[in-house]
């Protein structure tokens, strides 16, 4: 007999990480929270989840509570997936990796809550992992410790914008319920064919702005990648990328007083892409080849992503780029794989 479903909560404590000078009046507090979960368990209907040794997915909703009145409290729901490292029939080591979004009660304020530079905006983007060790102690019941960090950030869309990583430790205890006599399936001669090379097209847009009370601006981007899938899990990417910023532009015009100077960016990338089913999550490097000589940025720019194939030929995609850890946008983009 296997469990379809379990269903649990944690405990959590943790602290604010001093990921940057200008939250070090934020970074003196330990968060302490609570958190309640829903996993799915997998059997190897889809080849995917052998390849990942039989995950679990799952749906969390957490609370937090920063024990510190300029960050108030904040609420999160984030799906995720529970991929064993390690697995016996009493014990596992699991790995979790999940995105989704939050609520924080204390956001920015010019007025009421200046102090708070790290969360601008009431509602953001939170990005979660953990290492956990967990323990069966009866045939429905389990217990486990974790390590976990959750990221929050709005992505740039407004200022202040630095954004908050809580490292925590967690006590979880979790039930396995409706147990169904599911065996897993072993994929052997029918597995699928992933040696083919593939190009990705795609565009993006978004809005972003540069400093606290400042305007909006909205930008417009392109890709173009070639990659190789090698397996179920992975594929490597090579690529160009194409930006036109209208905040650039803006700020190139009152810098150099010239209306007409260039504005566009253009990068050379690498990057890798892992796969579950129709979700992948992608992680890239690039270096600008071409620039405005009064863009201030470092020239080595980061893309991480999330990409959901709605058809086999068109993708929807979520991505941050950032500078050096500092975010720059959220785009959202949609592209034609062929």
């Given at each position: 007999m296997r469990s379809?479903?379990?269903?649990?909560?944690?405990?959590?404590?943790?602290?604010?990480?001093?990921?940057?000078?200008?939250?070090?009046?934020?970074?003196v507090s330990h968060?302490?929270?609570?958190?309640?979960?829903?996993?799915?368990?997998?059997?190897?209907?889809?080849?995917?989840?052998?390849?990942?040794?039989?995950?679990?997915?799952?749906?969390?909703?957490?609370?937090?509570?920063?024990?510190?009145?300029?960050?108030?409290?904040?609420?999160?729901?984030?799906?995720?997936?529970?991929?064993?490292?390690?697995?016996?029939?009493?014990?596992?080591?699991?790995?979790?990796?999940?995105?989704?979004?939050?609520?924080?009660?204390?956001?920015?304020?010019?007025?009421?809550?200046?102090?708070?530079?790290?969360?601008?905006?009431?509602?953001?983007?939170?990005?979660?992992?953990?290492?956990?060790?967990?323990?069966?102690?009866?045939?429905?019941?389990?217990?486990?410790?974790?390590?976990?960090?959750?990221?929050?950030?709005?992505?740039?869309?407004?200022?202040?914008?630095?954004?908050?990583?809580?490292?925590?430790?967690?006590?979880?205890?979790?039930?396995?319920?409706?147990?169904?006599?599911?065996?897993?399936?072993?994929?052997?001669?029918?597995?699928?064919?992933?040696?083919?090379?593939?190009?990705?097209?795609?565009?993006?847009?978004?809005?972003?702005?540069?400093?606290?009370?400042?305007?909006?601006?909205?930008?417009?981007?392109?890709?173009?990648?070639?990659?190789?899938?090698?397996?179920?899990?992975?594929?490597?990417?090579?690529?160009?990328?194409?930006?036109?910023?209208?905040?650039?532009?803006?700020?190139?015009?009152?810098?150099?007083?010239?209306?007409?100077?260039?504005?566009?960016?253009?990068?050379?990338?690498?990057?890798?892409?892992?796969?579950?089913?129709?979700?992948?999550?992608?992680?890239?490097?690039?270096?600008?080849?071409?620039?405005?000589?009064?863009?201030?940025?470092?020239?080595?720019?980061?893309?991480?992503?999330?990409?959901?194939?709605?058809?086999?030929?068109?993708?929807?995609?979520?991505?941050?780029?950032?500078?050096?850890?500092?975010?720059?946008?959220?785009?959202?983009?949609?592209?034609?794989?062929?």
């Amino acid at each position: 007999m296997r469990s379809a479903y379990t269903v649990g909560g944690s405990v959590f404590s943790g602290f604010v990480l001093k990921h940057s000078a200008s939250i070090g009046h934020l970074a003196v507090s330990h968060p302490q929270g609570f958190q309640v979960f829903i996993n799915q368990h997998t059997f190897g209907k889809k080849y995917c989840q052998q390849a990942y040794r039989y995950p679990d997915v799952g749906l969390a909703l957490a609370y937090f509570d920063y024990r510190n009145p300029v960050l108030g409290k904040s609420l999160s729901l984030a799906s995720y997936v529970d991929i064993p490292i390690r697995r016996r029939s009493r014990t596992a080591l699991m790995f979790r990796l999940g995105t989704g979004m939050a609520y924080h009660t204390h956001p920015h304020d010019a007025v009421t809550n200046n102090s708070n530079n790290a969360l601008g905006t009431p509602l953001s983007f939170t990005m979660l992992s953990s290492l956990r060790y967990q323990v069966r102690i009866s045939e429905q019941w389990w217990s486990g410790m974790a390590l976990s960090l959750t990221h929050f950030s709005n992505g740039a869309f407004s200022k202040p914008n630095a954004g908050i990583n809580i490292p925590a430790l967690d006590w979880q205890i979790a039930r396995k319920i409706k147990p169904v006599a599911v065996e897993q399936r072993v994929w052997t001669d029918d597995k699928p064919n992933y040696s083919s090379i593939f190009y990705y097209a795609a565009a993006g847009t978004g809005f972003k702005v540069l400093e606290y009370g400042g305007d909006r601006f909205a930008f417009l981007n392109f890709h173009f990648l070639g990659g190789k899938r090698f397996n179920a899990l992975s594929a490597l990417h090579l690529g160009v990328d194409a930006f036109l910023d209208y905040q650039l532009k803006d700020y190139i015009r009152q810098q150099a007083g010239d209306a007409y100077a260039g504005y566009q960016r253009i990068g050379l990338v690498v990057g890798h892409e892992l796969f579950y089913d129709r979700v992948s999550l992608l992680t890239q490097v690039g270096r600008y080849l071409f620039r405005p000589s009064h863009d201030s940025r470092p020239p080595v720019y980061q893309q991480y992503g999330l990409r959901y194939a709605c058809t086999r030929h068109l993708i929807a995609a979520m991505t941050l780029n950032a500078h050096l850890g500092q975010a720059e946008f959220v785009e959202w983009g949609i592209g034609f794989k062929f």
